[in-house]
């Protein structure tokens, strides 16, 4: 509240008529659009499963409370405190190529529940965990911002929150079964492939803007 407080708002400014809105369906079938959106539920919809059932694996495991609760927190700070720098990386090298990275990290932390199931094991993986997420839910939705016009951004934004905060309530509900019938290193393993889907959508959508490009004839 006292940040908040202290924080200087400008005044919301007219939003510009730029023309009819188009239909949902076409801005949510648009290359990008898949891209932004995929990579939001995918790299959220990773890191909640993982976060939810790592709990769960470590009382299996046999270790503390205080053992989980410090997993948790060192998971939490990688989540969030890259924040103050991630806008500034996605500025340098783009947000595509932060989302691969981001990818490349959620995959990590599946790869390394396969090699130690040790205290500082759990660690590593979670601290790959989030800033895995980092790395991919925040680009996509600046990504996000390129797919629509003024006139069509709440329709379009709240049809990427619909996507993505669906697929964390269904992840959540499914942490508990899933662990408990694959396991820590199964429930990983499933996660793995699972976070590198983004990096194939964004081969997809250039291969899609190399089709749709028009052709210089000489």
Partial sequence: MIVLALTHL???????????????LEILRQPVFVVAALTGLIGYGVMNLAMT?????MHRAGFDFDHVATTIQWHV???FVPSFFTGYLTARVGARSMIVLGCLLLAGCGALAQ??????????????????WNFTFLPATGLLTETYRASEKARAQ?????????????????AGPLEASLGWAGLNAVLLPLALVPIIALLWQRLANGVNSPQIRH
């Fill in 10 to 24: 400008p005044p919301p400014q007219t939003t510009h008529n730029d023309g009819p809105a188009r239909p949902l």
């Fill in 53 to 57: 059932a790592t709990p769960l694996a």
């Fill in 77 to 79: 700070l990688a989540m």
């Fill in 158 to 174: 709240a049809a990427n929150e619909f996507l993505v905060f669906s697929t964390v309530g269904m992840t959540a509900l499914l």
């Fill in 115 to 132: 090699l130690s199931a040790t205290l500082h094991g759990y660690y590593a993986a979670l601290i790959l965990l989030g800033l895995g």
